[in-house]
Each structure stands twice: as structure tokens, then as C-alpha cells.
């Protein structure tokens, strides 16, 4: 049976990319894996995969008894409900360190970068295996979409160097325009239901015993999303309803402008002022300068919660 390679729930482009390329170089250094994901294919991950002729991976739901590899997550609320029962064999992730536990050593790679892929693509320079065009192409995109084409706050000099040697190995004449094209289909939302556009990039998390829900939608410019707003703040306030969430916050972000609109709901709207010195008003916020999930927004509300 083959160890997995998976990423978080949800799965964005990065979980994706990050899952089969950590999985192929294991496989070149000898292991019998296979990359998996918790959840069906984004738009940008789908666009990325044909692009590259690269398939899917396959989704899995249960993982108890296997062995894994965590890729771009290490919190409980973003992994299988099943973990406990999987021998976790390594974490190879670019956020905070969550509370995933092990009853032995495994092999760990948590980096302060803007991707998971920048860790992966310097694990196939440390174990001197060579990058396919495929793998080089995917590991580009993840860089590419996860630090907003190099402008979120998170993105470092180490992504954009691993994304000058990548596009070399991809053939990528232009970066730039492979992630304008990359956020067109990113930010593509007609006929798409409010549910699906809320979860495309959603985590839980757990802020001092508060389930907190965070979305968000990337897209070029704010008011692609104008005939949809709406919907997804009714749909937010539904998924709260089901239970369980103290709050669940989307972020709009509009990549050009550089800023993110928040829609809230919450038992406490005050969190927002707290974690962000502005103020809501009718549900929502603009949060200048916020791109960033990950960098920008959990931690100032979980100093908000604490």
C-alpha cells in the first residue's frame, strides 16, 4: 500500500502542486508513494494541471492505517478526521507549526516562505534529484498563486528565487503573464454556487477555543465579485448557522489594489477592531494592504481572541 502525500482540506493550488511533487520526489528516492487530496480540484488547480499535462490526484476521505505525508497544513481542523489513526511519517508545510502530534520522530520541513512548493523545490537541490518541466511547472504555479504573483506579505527573496530557476526547467518565458492568467480563472465566479466560491479557499481554525472560519476569493479587480456579494454574505451567515463558529470571516481580495474586503459574521463583530483598528460596518470591513491569510489575518485574530 502506498504512503500518501495530501494536503488540507479545501485543497488550493499549493496543497495540489506540493502533494504530487513531494510525492514524486519520494518516490525517486525510493519510496513507494502516491500524492492524494481531501477534496475535489479549484479552477486554478485544474487550469495548472492541464497546463503541465500533469493528472489529479486522487481524493481520499479516510486515511486511518496509512502512511502519510502532510503537505501545507500541520492543524487538526484542516486534516482528515481520521489522522489519529494514520502514522504521520513527515510535514513539509510554510505556516505556523500547528497542533498535530506524533507518537514518533518524523521528518520535518516548516519554513517561513510564501509556499510550500519553495520547501519542496529546495528538498530536490538538498537530495540532488532532478526537476521534471512537469514538476518544475507545478511547483512555479503554487509559488505563483500562493504569494499573489510575488505581492502578498508573505512572499520572500527565497520564492522568487525558486521561481527564477523553475520557470528556466518549465519553459516560462514570463511569470508575470502565466499568473495573470492563473487569477483570470481565479477570479471566474458566474454560475458558480455561493457555497462552492465560500469553501474554494477556506480553513478552520481554533483561536482559544473559538472555531473561526476563514475564506477567501482572489481576484483581479473587486468588482468582478459586485453581482455576487450578496450571496456569499447570506451563504457565510448559513454556514455559521449550522453550527459550531464563533465567527467566519471572507476575505475579497482584489490583487490589483492590494487590499482585502472582509464580510463578517460573528458573535463578536468587535474582534475586527480589535485584530485590525477599523471598524465593521453592515457586516464587512476594507482591510488595506491585507493579502495575506496566513501572514496578515490569523495572527492578528488570535491576539484578537486571546
Given at each position: 500500500?502506498?504512503?500518501?502525500?495530501?494536503?488540507?482540506?479545501?485543497?488550493?493550488?499549493?496543497?495540489?502542486?506540493?502533494?504530487?511533487?513531494?510525492?514524486?520526489?519520494?518516490?525517486?528516492l525510493?519510496?513507494?508513494?502516491?500524492?492524494?487530496?481531501?477534496?475535489?480540484?479549484?479552477?486554478?488547480?485544474?487550469?495548472?494541471?492541464?497546463?503541465?499535462?500533469?493528472?489529479?490526484?486522487?481524493?481520499?476521505?479516510?486515511?486511518?492505517?496509512?502512511?502519510?505525508?502532510?503537505?501545507?497544513?500541520?492543524?487538526?481542523?484542516?486534516?482528515?478526521?481520521?489522522?489519529?489513526?494514520a502514522?504521520?511519517?513527515?510535514?513539509?508545510?510554510?505556516?505556523?507549526?500547528?497542533?498535530?502530534?506524533?507518537?514518533?520522530?518524523?521528518?520535518?520541513?516548516i519554513?517561513?516562505?510564501?509556499?510550500?512548493?519553495?520547501?519542496?523545490?529546495?528538498?530536490y537541490?538538498?537530495?540532488?534529484?532532478?526537476?521534471?518541466?512537469?514538476?518544475?511547472?507545478?511547483?512555479?504555479?503554487?509559488?505563483?498563486?500562493?504569494?499573489?504573483?510575488?505581492?502578498?506579505?508573505?512572499?520572500?527573496?527565497?520564492?522568487?528565487?525558486?521561481?527564477?530557476?523553475?520557470?528556466?526547467?518549465?519553459?516560462?518565458?514570463?511569470?508575470?503573464?502565466?499568473?495573470m492568467?492563473?487569477?483570470?480563472?481565479?477570479?471566474?465566479?458566474?454560475?458558480?454556487?455561493?457555497?462552492?466560491?465560500?469553501?474554494?479557499?477556506?480553513?478552520?481554525?481554533?483561536?482559544?477555543?473559538?472555531?473561526?472560519?476563514?475564506g477567501?476569493?482572489?481576484?483581479?479587480?473587486?468588482?468582478?465579485?459586485?453581482g455576487?456579494?450578496a450571496?456569499?454574505?447570506?451563504?457565510?451567515?448559513?454556514?455559521?448557522?449550522?453550527?459550531?463558529?464563533?465567527?467566519i470571516?471572507?476575505?475579497?481580495?482584489?490583487?490589483?489594489?492590494?487590499?482585502?474586503?472582509?464580510?463578517?459574521?460573528?458573535?463578536?463583530?468587535?474582534?475586527?477592531?480589535?485584530?485590525?483598528?477599523?471598524?465593521?460596518?453592515?457586516?464587512?470591513?476594507?482591510?488595506?494592504?491585507?493579502?495575506?491569510?496566513?501572514?496578515?489575518?490569523?495572527?492578528?485574530?488570535?491576539?484578537?481572541?486571546?
Open positions: 500500500m502506498s504512503t500518501l502525500v495530501f494536503g488540507h482540506k479545501n485543497p488550493d493550488t499549493d496543497s495540489v502542486c506540493a502533494a504530487i511533487t513531494l510525492a514524486n520526489l519520494k518516490k525517486a525510493g519510496e513507494d508513494t502516491a500524492p492524494a487530496m481531501q477534496g475535489e480540484l479549484t479552477p486554478e488547480s485544474k487550469f495548472v494541471l492541464e497546463k503541465f499535462g500533469v493528472a489529479a490526484p486522487e481524493v481520499v476521505t479516510s486515511y486511518a492505517g496509512k502512511d502519510v505525508y502532510l503537505v501545507d497544513h500541520s492543524d487538526l481542523a484542516q486534516s482528515p478526521d481520521d489522522l489519529a489513526d502514522n504521520i511519517l513527515g510535514i513539509v508545510d510554510h505556516h505556523k507549526l500547528g497542533d498535530v502530534t506524533t507518537g514518533q520522530p518524523l521528518e520535518c520541513w519554513w517561513p516562505v510564501g509556499c510550500t512548493c519553495t520547501v519542496i523545490k529546495s528538498m537541490n538538498f537530495f540532488n534529484v532532478e526537476i521534471t518541466k512537469e514538476m518544475a511547472g507545478l511547483m512555479l504555479c503554487a509559488i505563483i498563486s500562493d504569494t499573489v504573483i510575488f505581492k502578498s506579505a508573505t512572499c520572500t527573496d527565497q520564492d522568487k528565487a525558486a521561481c527564477e530557476d523553475l520557470a528556466k526547467i518549465a519553459g516560462v518565458a514570463d511569470t508575470l503573464e502565466l499568473g492568467d492563473m487569477f483570470k480563472v481565479k477570479s471566474a465566479v458566474d454560475g458558480t454556487p455561493a457555497r462552492e466560491l465560500v469553501l474554494r479557499d477556506y480553513k478552520d481554525f481554533d483561536m482559544s477555543g473559538n472555531k473561526v472560519g476563514i477567501q476569493l482572489e481576484v483581479v479587480d473587486l468588482s468582478i465579485l459586485d455576487v456579494k450571496d456569499l454574505a447570506a451563504d457565510i451567515a448559513a454556514l455559521k448557522a449550522e453550527g459550531g463558529h464563533h465567527s470571516f471572507l476575505l475579497l481580495t482584489d490583487i490589483m489594489k492590494e487590499g482585502s474586503e472582509v464580510l463578517i459574521v460573528s458573535d463578536d463583530e468587535s474582534v475586527i477592531d480589535k485584530a485590525f483598528g477599523v471598524k465593521p460596518e453592515a457586516g464587512k470591513a476594507w482591510l488595506d494592504g491585507v493579502m495575506s491569510r496566513k501572514k496578515q489575518v490569523v495572527p492578528n485574530l488570535e491576539k484578537a481572541f486571546a
